[in-house]
C-alpha cells in the first residue's frame, strides 16, 4: 500500500448534501500527504468513459457550502458486467490511479466492492446517502440536512394547515428506512409517523385522529415514509378521509427537495472527517472498507459487513417518545 502514489474519488447514485464537502476533504488530505488526486465525474459511467479530473487543492475552493456534487453523478448498467469492470479497470491503470475513495450508498458500496475483489485495487467507500439506512455507522453524509429540510416544510405546512383546520399527510424519503421520518416527525411535532419498519393499520391511525380532534386540536400533521406498508400518502390520504372528515385534508409530497440545498454544519463536518479518514485509511493499508461515525469517533467497518449486516436503526426510545409526545 505504500506504493499508492495516486487515488481516484468519484461520487455516485443518488446525490446527498455533504458530498462537496467530502470531495474537498479527499482532495486537499491527499494533496496534504503528497499524493496526486483524480476526480472521476458522473461516478462509474465516468470510470468507462475516462471522464478523469486531475485535480489541485484550488479545484475544490469555495464549495464546501454547496449542495449536489461537482463530479456529478449517474448510474451505470454496464458497469455491472464484467466486460464492463474490465474496460473501467484499464481506463485507472491507463492513468496510474492506484486506490479509489467512493461516496454514495449501499449501490455505490456494492458496486466499488465487486470491483475491488474482481481487479485487487484498493477501494474505501464513504456513506453518502440521505436515508441513513447503511450498516457501520451511526449517521450518513447528508441525513442531517435532509432532516432540517424536512422540519423546516412540516413547520411552515403547520401554519397553513392551523389557519385552515386541515389535515396534512406529508411524505418523506425513506423506501426501506423510516430514519428521516421518525426524527423529523418527532422535531415537527408530528401527529402520527407511518415507518416501513412498523406496521400501523389505517383503523389505529385514524383513532388516533379522532382522539386529538376531541382533544380540540385545530390541525394535524400525519409524516408518511414513502415506503409505509400502507402505501404512499396520497393512498393513505385517501382510505382516512374515506371514513374520517373532521378535518380538511391535504398532501405534500416534499420529493427531491430532501436531498438538496447547503448541508448543514453537522453534515460539512461529518463530511471532513470521512473524506480525511478514507485517505488515511488507504494509505494505513485498508482497503474494501466503509468509513463510519459511531459515538462520535471514526470507525471502519469492512463493506461485505455493511453491506450484509442489517442493523435496526429505528431506536425504540424515539418511536415511544414519537406516540407519547403526540397526545
Given amino acids: 500500500m ?5 487515488i481516484a474519488v468519484f461520487t455516485s447514485g443518488g446525490d446527498s448534501p455533504g458530498m462537496n464537502a467530502c470531495i474537498r476533504a479527499v482532495v486537499r488530505t491527499s494533496i496534504f500527504m503528497g499524493l496526486e488526486v483524480v476526480g472521476i465525474r458522473q461516478g462509474y459511467q465516468g470510470m468507462l468513459e ?18 449536489g456534487t461537482i463530479l456529478k453523478t449517474a448510474r451505470c448498467l454496464e458497469f455491472k458486467t464484467e ?15 492506484d486506490a479509489l475513495i467512493a461516496i454514495g450508498g449501499d449501490g455505490t458500496a456494492t458496486g466499488a466492492e465487486r470491483f475491488s475483489k474482481a481487479f485487487g485495487i484498493p477501494v474505501i467507500c464513504i456513506p453518502g446517502t440521505i436515508d441513513n439506512d447503511l450498516y457501520g455507522t451511526d449517521f450518513t453524509l447528508g441525513f442531517d440536512t435532509a432532516n432540517n429540510t424536512v422540519i423546516e416544510a412540516i413547520d411552515k405546512i403547520r401554519d397553513t394547515a392551523d389557519s385552515h383546520d386541515r389535515l396534512f399527510f406529508i411524505e418523506v424519503m425513506g423506501r426501506d ?16 409517523i407511518l415507518l416501513p419498519e ?3 393499520a389505517i383503523e389505529e391511525l385514524i383513532e388516533k385522529l379522532e382522539t386529538g380532534a376531541k382533544r380540540k386540536k385545530s390541525s394535524s400533521i400525519v409524516i408518511v415514509a414513502e415506503g409505509d406498508k400502507n402505501g404512499g400518502a396520497y393512498d393513505v390520504a385517501k382510505r382516512v378521509k374515506e371514513k374520517f372528515n373532521f378535518y380538511d385534508t391535504k398532501v405534500t409530497i416534499l420529493g427531491h427537495m430532501q436531498r438538496g440545498g447547503t448541508p448543514s454544519s453537522t453534515d460539512r463536518v461529518l463530511a471532513c472527517r470521512f473524506g480525511y479518514a478514507a485517505v488515511k485509511a488507504l494509505l494505513a493499508g485498508e482497503t474494501q ?9 471514526i470507525k471502519l467497518t469492512s463493506l461485505h459487513e455493511a453491506l450484509n449486516m442489517h442493523e435496526f436503526k429505528l431506536e425504540e426510545d424515539l418511536m415511544e417518545l414519537a406516540t407519547i409526545l403526540s397526545i
Fill in 50 to 67: 475516462k471522464n478523469f479530473w486531475n485535480m489541485d487543492s484550488r479545484s475544490v475552493s469555495n464549495i464546501i457550502h454547496l449542495g
Fill in 177 to 192: 428506512s423510516g430514519c428521516i421520518a421518525l426524527r423529523s416527525g418527532i422535531a415537527g411535532g408530528a401527529e402520527a
Fill in 289 to 297: 472498507q466503509i468509513v463510519g461515525i459511531r459515538g462520535n469517533s
Fill in 2 to 6: 505504500s506504493e499508492i502514489k495516486k
Fill in 83 to 97: 466486460e464492463g469492470m474490465q474496460k473501467a479497470y484499464d481506463n485507472l491503470r491507463s492513468e496510474n490511479i
Fill in 198 to 200: 412498523r406496521d400501523t
